[in-house]
């Protein structure tokens, strides 16, 4: 119970931390920023206005949460060591596994916040599109397949946040974790691919043949590309329920262990 | 303090001047040669597939939809100022297998993008006489598209029209017919078009697989059932002429030659109450009945 406490006012923490970097104020103006971008950009266009601006606003959402993770989130974990922080933190009663995953939630519930706001911002300007636009409001389009594609989305930066605090629990330098977390995220972005090239193309270099290695490697790194639905939005293509419950299990699985991994490195990291 | 001033000032000047000479140089020089060289040579477009996948990672749809807008700046007349006033336009040498591959690859990022294969239908098969290429685009949109008749509708116009195969695109157009909120003229359309090219029993199973799914109180069913029973009554006829060359070694010189000879007891009914008419290549006709003197035919 105290541990859960531990975590939770952790997370709280973080996630204070993160709104006093002032990240919250700089995506709502960006919000407001791409909420009209997404109005002038979408007027570019003669055809399918209602898809250009669906994956217009999901785009936006899926690039700012990754500069949160890849920049506010690296750097409030870094600051806690360069300023040593964490020794005052690691001085009481919490274990490094309750740190870790404090920090994690901490950084998962900002991303939520600005997936929210984001996602709130891109809805109104897709809205107004399709209000002066009806004749291109994408066949079978619906808010909730909007809704379920901006909670993948959000599972989607999770993931690539835990492989952040991985990379962040072994590297010795802060920018050498950014490194890692960058490639893990394109491979990861790249997994479904990497997979078809291998597995449906007899002419695939060197990899020809490495079925073995793209199944490991599938195992090992997070599968992002099953969760971007930004297509099935924009186009109104009905994804089930139980594709997205799956999903669901498989973030939460993959995350926890991979911070229990992150756990383990971070306990042989020297910290001084 | 104010020399100082005067320095800094002086320094920022040289530098600004600097700057603007040798930018506007550059600039005037890419502007020389912009007119013959095409834009769309350069780009991204032109990775292969596989790897373009690769770069745009989850921003697929955001890069096909720059990549159309891409192909969209490139296509289309350019304006210049006339040095001597006013504005002229220039005509651009296209690149076309360039502009071809930009369509390529904004497709392979969405395959469902209608404003691609509508752009590269406007374009494409007209000016840059690419019109297998442009099948082939929107046989990909029609495929992702299972909601849109109008990538079939262009595939069976440019069937018709450029590759002059009546018969196939009104196979074509009579798929397009079966798509939901497709407009009623495909289907007649079709169905003539297919009979035109010799495709009577397959405009007669493709006419009867919609009538099966449209309830007889919709508008335009009445005009789908007078077109199908005239195609039955076009197919006996067919039917008829072969089995009367296959019995006198000759086609028959008219229709009445068939009822005559005893191949047909008599001709089959016209929902348009016109006479079916038989021409000299020997397609039979339900819904003109002069088609001896228009191409030399002979009627009944």
């Not at chain 1, 002038?40 to 606003?57: H, M, N, Q, R």
């Not at chain 1, 920090?103 to 900002?110: D, N, V």
């Not at chain 2, 016109?274 to 088609?291: E, N, R, T």
Request: glycine share 6%; charged share 15%.
């Amino acid at each position: 119970m105290q541990a859960l406490r531990n975590i939770w006012f952790l997370a709280l923490a973080t996630c204070t931390e993160g709104i006093r970097h002032r990240a919250l104020w700089a995506i709502v103006c960006l919000s407001v920023l791409l909420t009209f971008a997404n109005l002038s950009v979408t007027t570019l266009f003669t055809w399918d206005l209602g898809k250009v601006s669906v994956e217009f606003g999901l785009s936006a959402v899926a690039f700012t949460g990754l500069l949160l993770v890849f920049f506010l989130g690296m750097k409030i974990l870094a600051d806690d060591l360069e300023r040593s922080r964490i020794f005052m933190l690691l001085s009481r009663p919490v274990s490094i596994w309750q740190y870790l995953a404090g920090k994690f939630l901490g950084l998962a519930m900002i991303l939520l916040l600005a997936t929210i706001i984001l996602g709130l911002s891109a809805a109104l300007s897709i809205h107004y599109v399709l209000w002066q636009y009806p004749g291109f409001m994408p066949p079978n389009f619906s808010w909730v397949s909007y809704a379920m594609a901006l909670a993948c989305q959000w599972m989607s930066l999770v993931m690539v946040l835990s492989v952040s605090v991985l990379c962040f629990s072994f590297a010795s330098h802060p920018f050498v974790a950014l490194l890692l977390a960058v490639s893990s995220y394109l491979v990861g972005q790249n997994m479904e691919l990497l997979r078809r090239v291998v597995v449906e193309n007899a002419h695939a270099g060197v990899l020809t043949g490495q079925d073995n290695l793209v199944f490991a490697l599938s195992w090992i790194f997070p599968n992002l590309s099953l969760f971007d639905k930004k297509y099935a939005a924009a186009y109104g293509i009905v994804f089930s329920c139980q594709e997205f419950v799956l999903l669901c299990l498989y973030a939460i699985s993959y995350s926890a262990l991979i911070i229990y991994l992150a756990t383990l490195l971070f306990k042989r990291k020297e910290l001084a | 303090m104010s020399r100082r001033l005067t320095v800094h000032l002086l320094i920022a000047l040289v530098l600004v001047s600097f700057y603007v000479a040798s930018y506007n140089e550059l600039l005037q020089q890419q502007r020389g040669s912009v007119w013959k060289t095409s834009l769309s040579s350069f780009g991204i477009w032109n990775l292969p597939p596989i790897v373009l996948l690769g770069i745009a990672g989850e921003f697929k749809g955001v890069m096909a939809d720059y990549l159309t807008l891409e192909a969209g700046a490139q296509l289309g007349t350019e304006v210049v100022r006339n040095p001597a006033g006013g504005y002229k336009s220039i005509n651009k040498d296209y690149d076309w297998q360039s502009i071809h591959r930009l369509f390529v690859a904004s497709q392979t990022l969405d395959p469902s993008f209608a404003q691609t294969y509508i752009v590269a239908q406007g374009w494409l098969p007209w000016d840059a006489n690419m019109v297998s290429e442009t099948q082939d685009i929107l046989k990909i949109a029609a495929k992702n598209r299972p909601w849109d008749w109008q990538p079939a509708h262009a595939m069976g116009f440019n069937t018709y029209y450029f590759l002059k195969n009546p018969g196939e695109a009104g196979e074509i157009f009579l798929k397009a017919a079966k798509i939901p909120n497709a407009p009623s003229y495909l289907a007649i359309l079709g169905a003539r078009l297919a009979q035109k090219g010799g495709e009577t029993e397959t405009a007669i199973s493709l006419l009867k697989s919609m009538l099966a799914n449209i309830n007889p109180e919709e508008p335009g069913y009445n005009d789908l059932l007078d077109r199908l029973h005239a195609l039955e009554g076009v197919l006996v006829i067919e039917q008829a002429v072969n089995d009367c060359k296959n019995k006198i070694g000759r086609k028959p010189s008219s229709l009445s030659e068939l009822t005559a000879s005893g191949v047909l007891a008599a001709l089959p009914p016209n929902p348009y109450n016109l006479d079916y008419c038989l021409d000299a290549a020997g397609i039979i006709y339900f819904d003109k009945p002069d088609c001896q003197s228009s191409n030399g035919g002979i009627k009944r």
